[in-house]
C-alpha cells in the first residue's frame, strides 16, 4: 500500500491551534474542571459543618439531640485515646469487623454457588424459586431476634443475620449472571471442546463476575448492617452496643460518633473492593471516566 | 460403529428440524433438506434472511438434533458434539476476558493438552493470522478484522477435518471482508478442511466456494445447487470482475431472487 497521506503544513491552521496547543489547552481546562469540583465539595462540606455547629452554640436546634460537630470530635477523640465506657474503641471496631467480614464472605460465597447451580440448572431453579422469594419477602432484621435466641449473644447470632443479609443480593446477581451468559459464547466453548465443569469454570462464572461483583460493592454494606443490628438487639461488644449504650444515655455525640466510624470503615471496604474489582476487570473496555 | 472410509464428509438425508417457538407453537425450520458435502469440499449455502440456514449448521455440530432424517458426519451418525468440527460464529464468541492468545488456546487446553504445548501451538496459529503482536491484548481492543483473525486461529488451532461458518463476515466492512476471505482461502487450502459456509451474500459464496447450495424461503429445503468451477488458486479481490464470475452470479441470482422476494412478502403480510 503505498502512503499517500498530503502533507499539511503548519500555517495552515489558524495561530494557537497547532496539536501541542490544543492539547495543553484540553489539559488545562482539565485539571481546572477537577480543581473546581473538588473546591465545591470541600466547600459544601465545610459549610454543612459550621452551619451545624452554629446553629447548635446559638440554640437555634438543640443541642441535646442534635450535638454539634466539635463534641462529636471531642468524642471520637476521647474514644479514640482513652477507650469507651465499655473498654476500648478498636476492640468494638474489630468485634464488628470479625462479624461483617465472616459473614460477607460465607453469604457471598455462598450466594454464588447456589446462584451459579441454579442459574446451571433450570429444573431446580424452577422448583427453587418460589421458595426464595418467600424467604427473601422477610425483612431480614426481624431475624435478629431469633438468631440471637437461637445462637446466644456471641458472634454466631450476628455472622448468621449479616450472612443472609449479604447472601440474597449476592446469589439473585449471580444467577442472573448465568442466565444473561452469552449463547454464541457458550457453544463456541462447547465446541471447542469444553466439559460441562469446564463451561462453568471457565465460560459461565467470569462472565457472571461483573454482575456478581456489582451485588458485592452493595453488600459489605449490607454485611455491616446485619452485625450493628445484631449488636443492637443483644450483644456485649460492637459498635451497634456502643450506639446502643449512647442513646440509653442520651449521648448524642457518642450515637454520632460512632456513626461516623462505620461510615468510614464502609468507605474504607468499598475502595478496597473497587481495587479489586478493577484488578480483575482489567479486560474490560475502560469506562468513561468521571472526573475525581 | 461402522465408519467407512471414504464416506463423504457430511451427509444430511432428507432431514425435517423442527421447534418450538417461546409461545409453544411447533415451526418447521427445515423440511426435506438434503446435502452431501465431500471431503475437502468448500460448499456455501445461501438463502433469504431467516429461512433456516444456520439450523443445518447446528445439526452438523450435534447441538440440535434432526426431527427426521439422518445425519452423518464422516459416514457415521451425529451422537453429540464431534471434537472434528470446527465452528466459526457470526457473533463475537471470543471470551473478553481472555487474552489473545489465551482464547487461541482455549480449544487445546479444554482438550486436556498441556499449557506450554498449547502456547507453543497458540503462538504458531498467531503467527500464521498475523496477530504475533497482539497476544497479550484483549478482545475489546482489537479492530473487528483481527477478532474474526484470532476466532479463526481459534478453530483451526484444534485442527478441525470439518469447518462450519455460519455468516462468519457478515459484521465486517467490505474492504475488511475481502482480506478475511483471502485469509480463509489460504488457511482452507493448508488445512484441507471440509467447510459448510453459511452466507445471505451470494458474490462471496461464488468467490469462495466449489458449490453453492440455494435454499427456499423457510421451511428451507434445496432448491437448486451450483457448482463452480472458477480455478484456485483465486484472488477475491479481483475475481469478481471476470466474466464466468458475472455469469455465476447472474444465473444464480434470478435463482435466488424469487426465494427473497417470497420470503419478504411474507414478512410484510
Given at each position: 500500500m503505498t502512503d499517500a497521506a498530503i502533507d499539511i503544513k503548519a500555517g495552515a491552521f489558524r495561530p494557537g491551534t497547532s496539536d501541542a496547543e490544543i492539547e495543553a489547552a484540553a489539559a488545562k481546562a482539565a485539571r481546572h474542571r477537577r480543581r473546581t469540583v473538588i473546591f465545591w465539595r470541600v466547600a459544601i462540606l465545610i459549610a454543612f459543618l459550621g452551619l451545624w455547629e452554629i446553629a447548635a452554640r446559638q440554640a437555634w436546634i438543640d443541642p441535646f439531640f442534635y450535638a454539634m460537630p466539635s463534641a462529636i470530635a471531642q468524642r471520637l477523640y476521647e474514644w479514640t485515646t482513652e477507650g469507651t465506657s465499655e473498654g476500648p474503641l478498636w476492640y468494638h471496631l474489630y468485634v464488628t469487623m470479625e462479624e461483617s467480614v465472616i459473614g460477607f464472605v460465607t453469604g457471598s460465597v455462598a450466594g454464588i454457588i447456589i446462584g451459579v447451580a441454579l442459574g446451571r440448572n433450570r429444573m431446580a431453579a424452577d422448583i427453587f424459586s418460589i421458595y426464595i422469594k418467600v424467604i427473601n419477602s422477610i425483612p431480614r432484621v426481624v431475624l435478629a431476634p431469633i438468631f440471637i435466641m437461637i445462637l446466644g449473644l456471641g458472634l454466631a447470632s450476628k455472622v448468621a443475620l449479616a450472612f443472609v443479609m449479604v447472601f440474597f443480593v449476592v446469589f439473585h446477581n449471580a444467577f442472573q449472571g448465568v442466565r444473561e451468559a452469552d449463547r454464541a459464547m457458550i457453544a463456541n466453548a462447547r465446541i471447542l471442546g469444553a466439559s460441562n465443569w469446564q463451561l462453568t469454570r471457565s465460560v459461565i462464572v467470569p462472565s457472571a463476575m461483573s454482575w456478581i461483583f456489582a451485588s458485592l460493592h452493595v453488600s459489605f454494606g449490607f454485611a455491616i448492617i446485619g452485625a450493628i443490628v445484631g449488636e443492637f438487639v443483644g450483644?456485649?461488644?460492637?459498635i451497634g452496643l456502643l450506639i446502643n449504650i449512647a442513646k440509653g444515655s442520651f449521648d448524642a455525640a457518642g450515637m454520632y460518633a460512632a456513626i461516623i466510624i462505620v461510615m468510614v470503615v464502609a468507605l474504607g471496604a468499598e475502595y478496597l473492593m473497587t481495587m479489586v474489582e478493577n484488578r480483575l476487570a482489567k479486560w474490560r473496555p475502560q469506562p468513561l471516566h468521571e472526573t475525581q | 460403529m461402522a465408519i467407512e472410509k471414504n464416506a463423504p464428509a457430511i451427509e444430511l438425508i432428507n432431514v425435517s428440524r423442527r421447534f418450538l417457538s417461546p409461545t409453544g407453537k411447533s415451526l418447521t425450520a427445515l423440511r426435506d433438506f438434503t446435502m452431501t458435502v465431500e471431503r475437502g469440499e468448500f460448499v456455501a449455502v445461501v438463502g433469504?434472511?431467516?429461512?433456516?440456514?444456520s439450523t443445518t449448521l447446528n445439526l452438523v455440530t450435534g447441538l440440535a438434533s434432526p426431527s427426521a432424517g439422518e445425519v452423518r458426519v464422516m459416514g457415521a451418525p451425529v451422537t453429540?458434539?464431534?471434537?472434528?468440527i470446527g465452528f466459526v460464529f457470526q457473533s463475537d464468541a471470543l471470551f473478553p476476558w481472555r487474552t489473545v492468545i489465551e482464547n487461541v488456546m482455549a480449544g487445546p487446553l479444554f482438550r486436556g493438552r498441556a499449557k506450554p504445548d498449547a502456547a507453543a501451538a497458540a503462538r504458531d496459529w498467531l503467527a500464521r493470522v498475523g496477530l504475533s503482536r497482539f497476544e497479550q491484548h484483549y478482545p475489546h481492543q482489537l479492530s473487528g478484522g483481527m477478532r474474526k483473525r484470532v476466532a479463526l486461529a481459534q478453530t483451526f488451532i484444534n485442527g478441525p477435518e470439518i469447518l462450519l461458518m455460519d455468516e462468519p463476515f457478515s459484521a465486517l466492512d467490505v474492504q475488511t471482508r475481502v482480506l478475511m476471505h483471502e485469509e480463509l482461502l489460504r488457511l482452507w487450502s493448508e488445512a484441507k478442511a471440509s467447510v459448510v459456509f453459511v452466507t445471505h451474500d451470494l458474490e462471496e459464496a461464488i468467490a469462495l466456494a466449489d458449490k453453492v447450495y440455494v435454499l427456499t424461503a423457510g421451511p428451507a429445503t434445496v432448491k437448486s445447487v451450483y457448482t463452480i468451477d472458477l480455478p484456485r488458486p483465486r484472488v477475491v479481490a479481483d475475481i469478481r470482475y471476470e466474466q464466468s464470475f458475472i455469469n455465476y452470479s447472474r444465473t444464480i441470482w434470478a435463482d435466488l431472487k424469487e426465494e427473497v422476494e417470497t420470503s419478504y412478502a411474507r414478512a410484510a403480510a
Open positions: 450483644s456485649r461488644y460492637g | 433469504p434472511t431467516g429461512c433456516g440456514k453429540g458434539i464431534d471434537p472434528r
